[in-house]
Each structure stands twice: as C-alpha cells, then as structure tokens.
C-alpha cells in the first residue's frame, strides 16, 4: 500500500493534510509491535488487525525505530499507549515529555491513545514502574487535572487503563471501579480495560473479578488489554501473580474476556507480550483467539470503536 495524502475537514474552513490511510479498528484485535518481528509481519500481505506501541520507544527524531513504524502504520492502524505520564501523581506533568508524546501522536495519527492510572514520577525521581495509588478526593483531583492537561494537549480523548496491584491503601475511600467512572464523567476519557490486570489484582488482594467487572463502567470501555502473568511466592511464602506480559494469555482471562464481549460487544483488543518474546506466529495466534471471539459476538450484537 502506497502512502496517500487525504484531507479531513477541519472547523471554520480549514483542512489537515493525512500522512496515511487513515484505519478503523472496530472489532478487530492486533498485538503489541515488536521490531524482532517486523521482517515475518512485512512478508505477510497486509492483514485485519491492529499494533500497539509503547510511546516512550518512539519519542527520538528519527532512526531505525521510526523507519519500522511508519512501515507498519502505512498498512495498519496503530495504538500508543504511554507508560510515563505519571497521571496518578500529585506533580504536575512533565510539559517537555507531554510534547514529544503530542509530536508522536501528530506524527503517526494513532486510532486510539492510551496511559495508566499510576505514578511513576516524583519531583525529579523516575521510577521505572507503574505504581498505585490510593483512591481518595485529593487523588481524583490529581488524576482529572493531568488527564485534561494530557488530552488538551494532544487535542485527543485519551483511554485509561485500570492497574495491576500488589498493596491497598488504608487512605482509599472510593473503590477503583468508582474512581475510574467518575475520572471518566468529569473528564470525558474513556477506559481501557485490561483483563489480565483485573485477574492478577482480584487474586492478590482475594476478590472475586466478576464482582469487579460487574461494577466496572463497561459503557466507557474503547479498548481491551490481554496478557500473560507469572506465579510467584512473596516473602511470607504467599502466592502473588505478577502482571508480565511474557507469556500467553491464561485459561482464566480468556473465560473473562469471553464474558465480557458478550456484554459490550466487539471491543477493540490488544494481546500485550512485552519480554520472553515470542516467535511472530505465535503472538499471531493469540491475536486470532481474540479475533475469533470477537467475530462470533460481533455477528450477533454490537461492534465497538475507539472514539477520537
């Protein structure tokens, strides 16, 4: 597919250039982009589906990592999901990583943009991790304040991901599934719901995920997130599941995500495989299993997209 220069109608008379073909990802799953398997997706001729980048791989001028994605995005419809704005953190946002994230999402005109309800940041201390918080007024302040910073500033609607979590806060006064519809009313984003995260949290902290998604704000959700966890014993001999997205989706969330694409129909869905790295065929096929999902219920009910 050769690239194209389309024009979309702007307000007040004026007109933006596209760079690409511009894709919709309704009812269709597509798999996190690795550069290892860039050669096997090119032989392929383009297919359904979708890519997932993480942002902050992609914030550099040039090079062989954007050479790659503007391939990949000349034949599909990509995601960028951020893994360090710090939404959750009482700082304010970092404006020169709040502008290269606006640059990439100019640059590559993404079907959906996401970040996650955590912190990662503190003062001039980086973390290399997604860390809780607790779900109180002063946080929800927080977090409504940087979501409409972030979504002003890319002039996009945003999708935030619900978290995996290993601790609870006593200082927490509002459930999670609460404080994220009321994110969503106050600052019109919309959800990404990771499945895997609902599992891995519902295990840790011994509750039951049905329960939680049942109270999950489903009618937000643009996105879904798939991944494989780890079994792990923490210090006092405890069973802990690690969020590690090194592996393929278990048994358990793929009866999860079953249920709830019968209920919302035909959500947008992403297998996450970040480390352990498959060969391409096999991260492929986890996609199909989803895709297969979402066929049989999209044939019956409704076929959601990612609202820009």
């Not at 050669?39 to 050479?67: S, W």
């Not at 994230?101 to 996650?116: D, K, N, W």
């Not at 991901?161 to 009313?185: G, K, Q, W």
Request: with cysteine; net charge negative.
């Amino acid at each position: 597919m050769t690239r194209t220069h389309l024009i979309r109608q702007q307000p007040a008379g004026k007109a933006e250039t596209l760079r690409f073909t511009p894709h919709r990802v309704a009812g269709q799953a597509g798999t996190s982009f690795k550069p290892e398997h860039f050669a096997a997706i090119l032989e392929d001729p383009p297919q359904q589906g979708f890519f997932e980048v993480h942002a902050e791989n992609y914030m550099g001028a040039g090079g062989p990592a954007h050479a790659a994605l503007e391939a990949i995005r000349r034949d599909y419809p990509v995601s960028i999901h951020g893994v360090c704005m710090s939404l959750g953190g009482p700082s304010p946002l970092d404006p020169q990583h709040l502008e290269r994230f606006r640059i990439l999402v100019e640059r590559y005109e993404p079907a959906m943009v996401s970040e996650h309800l955590a912190w990662s940041t503190h003062e001039n201390v980086f973390f290399n991790d997604l860390l809780p918080l607790p779900y109180n007024l002063t946080t929800l302040l927080h977090v409504c304040e940087h979501v409409d910073r972030m979504q002003s500033t890319i002039g996009r609607r945003i999708l935030l991901e619900n978290p995996s979590t290993y601790v609870a806060f006593d200082h927490s006064t509002i459930s999670e599934t609460d404080f994220l519809a009321e994110v969503v009313r106050r600052t019109g984003c919309g959800l990404l719901l990771d499945i895997n995260n609902v599992f891995v949290s519902a295990a840790n902290h011994r509750f039951s995920p049905i329960t939680y998604l049942e109270a999950f704000p489903l009618n937000a959700v643009d996105e879904v997130h798939l991944a494989g966890h780890a079994e792990q014993v923490d210090s006092e001999g405890q069973p802990v599941l690690i969020d590690s997205h090194d592996g393929p989706v278990a048994d358990a969330v793929w009866q999860l995500y079953e249920t709830i694409i019968a209920r919302c129909g035909a959500v947008p869905t992403l297998i996450e495989w970040d480390s352990e790295i498959p060969d391409w065929p096999v991260l492929r096929a986890e996609a199909l299993a989803a895709q297969e999902i979402l066929d049989r219920h999209g044939a019956t009910g409704q076929v959601r997209d990612a609202a820009e």
